[in-house]
């Protein structure tokens, strides 16, 4: 026997045996002191109780922005709406010689013709003035903040929307991975994995025969001493989902998506509720902490003034009315909390976003998280460098380790590291060229189970996986 045989055997004993001390051994009789995997996974399982999903396609940053911050809007809605809909959202005091029916009148008029705020200790401004100080958001405050939540579950739909179009169809991998997560842990992994060696070569076989148009970006030689007719295109940046780059790019547009949207939102709340200076959450907070009331800062003022113009036997009479607004005591710790809600957001989701670029920006980094999970599960040696760039290179590609890094968030490192040691097993006892199931199944560190052949083949056959 040649000695690369024997380290291969070796290599593929110590395997065996790591996993059989991780996953639980494959056989009929499992002794007391053999340590099984599906504790762990139930473990896991149980911290997301509750949740619809045990899988996700997101981090935390995203599930901040489409999750909870649309739960928050609407929350505020349901609050808002309650004092507006179900109590009285505005009370005027009306001279003595209005009726019942005119004092109806007059508070409906001012809550739609909108208000303006005059300190009471002043006289009351022109009627240029005038104009200029209404107060035209609160009747408006429901429908700002559904627009606002739909506005954070936008990119979420986008994401969903277009990952179904991916080479993996990831939401397809999502559901079948939910399928198998009441069977043992080493099962489930052997069935994902293979679908994604399924994908995989499919990807391979439609770039082959399919031109499919793409965004190609020229990278020009930038700091070069060599004349400009010498200066060639150096390399092509394809994008596209043949060439394993498209999940990762959709995301980072999302995570872009996600930070522009809660700039546009700043920027919003400065408009409407602000006034000529910027940073009005920092403001209302420090008017606050002085104890500078509304009366005098104006922020969100509880008492302003409506002016209402009637006519009696042929001449018109202007009357100016006091009128409280108590839905603005709700609007300005709503909106205060909001405003410091979105700061805190656009750093956490930028911070997510550079971590993703740090992770899997380079080659030197995905080789490296790959690396990691194969040496936890003894699946290389020292002489593997060679052939484990080419399976993070080639073969994964970014959105291979991408959908790693995603499997480590939703369901732990320990789950990760089994599917990238499965995929590195189907890797290295696959041919070049046509992969037959029985040779995968063969080659499996974890046998899968009978009873999914049929179910398997269906799943491997069917064109609407891409």
Known sequence: MAKGEIRNTNLNNQRGANLENVFGSSGQGKSDGDFDCNFLWNINKLGKWGSRHLRSDDDMADRLNYKVSSLLMFGFISLIGLRQYVGKPIQCWIPQEFTRGWEEYS??????????????????????????????????????????GFLFYMPYLIWKSCSYYSIYNLPKLIS???????????????????????????????????????????????????????CVISQHIHIGRLYGNFLISLYCFVKLLYIGNIIGQLYLMERIFGSS??????????????????????????????????????????????????????????YLFLWFWHIALVIITSTSLFWWFIKLGTLGRRLKTIRKYLQFQNAIGDTDK????????????????FLVHMMALSDGELVAAGMVAELWNIYRHKGVEIYSTDKVIKNSLIQIPDCREEKWNQIMWNDDIV
Request: net charge positive; glycine share 4%.
């Open 176 to 230: 079948l991975t939910e399928e198998n997560l009441d069977s043992e842990a080493s099962k489930s992994i052997v069935f994902t994995a293979r679908y994604i060696d399924l994908c995989i070569q499919r990807q391979r076989k439609l770039k082959k025969s399919s031109s499919s148009q793409c965004i190609k970006t020229a990278c020009y030689k930038s700091f070069s001493w060599a004349k400009p007719k010498n």
């Open 277 to 334: 200076k910027s940073f009005f959450g920092i403001r209302i907070l420090m008017d606050l902490i002085k104890g500078m009331e509304w009366h005098h800062s104006g922020n969100f003022p509880r008492v302003t003034f409506c002016d209402i113009e009637t006519k009696k036997l042929g001449k018109n009479y202007l009357y100016t009315v006091q009128c409280v607004l108590p839905m603005n005591i709700f609007l300005e710790k709503i």
């Open 107 to 148: 508070e409906n008029y001012c809550w739609v013709a909108s208000t303006y705020f005059a300190p009471i200790s002043e006289k009351l401004p022109s009627k240029v003035d005038r104009q200029k100080r209404l107060i035209g958001y609160y009747q408006w405050a429901p429908i700002i903040l559904a627009i606002q």
């Open 386 to 401: 060679s052939t484990t760039r080419k399976f993070v290179a080639k073969y994964l590609q970014i959105d291979g380790v």
